[in-house]
């Protein structure tokens, strides 16, 4: 069976126009996002009420809720439901509530975004940055404001919006299963300075104390190692459906078939083997931090 793909590419995912000039639908300016803001304006206009006025009662500037209503920016969840209250649009708006939440991930991402709200099990190798479930806010504004293609500042503040949202899997009812292991290079190169690299260590130091996180760090002098090809998301689901996303330049793709994943799943045990102990990567980013 064939690996589901997920998407066109960094391009498309960033709401930019892809190889073919293609915009994914759900990306601001497009889609549900304009639809939800064609429905906005409309009953804002039914309602009597002028952008300044809405967007006093809801503690909105009148900008911001011409850029909803533009399809420039993603309305965030709770002011979809206050919008919708405020403007009696008994449920019109509410409705979009969940494909305009789909809309705030890069296209190649929304489908594991999916997976990963809700899964029991995550674990995930990180070779190129912190992975987003651990980064800080200023951590992943810098990942973001690094991307190239630029991306507009709009873009950016709804990226950093989205990924922080994400851990929101820490404060879940039923606690899922996270490990990470991370190279060590990860650890060391000081994405947005030295200042914001030292609260991130303090951060993963932080969910490291998790009961239900274990973070491991692969170091660089093993002369073995068995994740080589790259990083990768393994899920597994509450039906006991065991998934591994895999994401490289402009592609990502859901392996679902289970010899794929199997081999994936071997590679992360081994990796696991060959990274330091729980304890002793603590130790390591506690060094680090010190260093700092």
């Known amino acids: ?8 590419g960094e391009d498309a995912g960033d709401g930019r126009t892809g190889e073919a000039g293609f915009r994914p639908e759900g990306d601001p300016g497009t889609g549900v996002v304009a639809a939800f803001g064609r429905q906005l304006k409309l009953l804002r206009a039914a309602a009597g009420m002028e952008r300044a006025e809405l967007g006093g009662r809801l503690g909105y500037s009148a900008s911001s809720i011409a850029s909803y209503e533009q399809g420039r920016r993603i309305p965030p969840p709770r002011f979809i439901e206050r919008v919708d209250e405020v403007l009696g649009a008994g449920g019109v708006l509410t409705a979009l509530k969940e494909e305009v939440a789909r809309a705030q991930y890069p296209a190649f991402f929304r489908d594991a975004a999916k997976l990963e709200a809700v899964a029991v099990e995550l674990h995930i190798y990180a070779a190129l940055a912190v992975p987003g479930l651990l980064q800080t806010e200023e951590y992943a504004r810098a990942v973001f404001g690094m991307r190239r293609p630029l991306l507009d500042e709009d873009t950016i503040e709804q990226r950093v919006s989205a990924r922080l949202a994400r851990q929101e899997i820490f404060s879940r009812k039923t606690l899922p299963t996270l490990s990470f292991v991370i190279e060590e290079a990860v650890l060391t190169r000081p994405i947005g300075g030295r200042r914001v690299m030292r609260e991130q260590l303090e951060q993963i130091l932080l969910h490291g104390q998790r009961r239900n996180v274990v973070i491991q760090v692969m170091p660089h002098d093993r002369e073995e190692h068995s994740g080589l090809a790259g990083p990768f998301t393994l899920i597994e689901t ?10 490289v330049q402009r592609h990502s793709r859901l392996y679902t078939e289970r010899e794929a994943v199997r081999d994936i799943e071997a590679q992360y045990g081994i990796l696991r083997a060959q990274a330091l102990t729980p304890r002793e990567s603590m130790a390591f980013i506690e060094k680090r931090l010190g260093e700092g």
């Open 1 to 8: 069976m064939e690996p589901t793909e997920l998407g066109t």
């Open 238 to 247: 509450h039906e006991g459906r065991r998934i591994a996303y895999v994401e």
